[in-house]
């Protein structure tokens, strides 16, 4: 089966592919690249209750990462792409 890529790097899954998968609008993938392949692996995502305690820890944890962010650029995506074919 051959899809060809849009403008803005987007490609449709045929349907017949989402629905042998069950996948919908917002489902999610793990991408991963090996050589000349890109694998999209379906992610099961389930709804889960915070306690109080862990929206603590979790806020905690926001404060302490803002501002931390690193921007990716071409350049960071060449060297990371390079470093997965040479390992």
Known sequence: MTITMKT???IT???KI???LGL????MFNIAVSGNRIELIPLE????VFTK???GKLELLS??????EKKVTK???KKQGSNQASG
């Open 24 to 27: 919908a609008e917002g489902s």
């Open 13 to 15: 899954i045929p349907k």
């Open 75 to 77: 350049k960071c995506i």
């Open 8 to 10: 803005r790097n987007q």
């Open 63 to 68: 404060q302490r990462e803002r501002g931390k």
């Open 18 to 20: 989402t629905a042998i």
């Open 53 to 55: 305690e862990e929206y």
């Open 45 to 48: 995502v389930s709804e889960r």
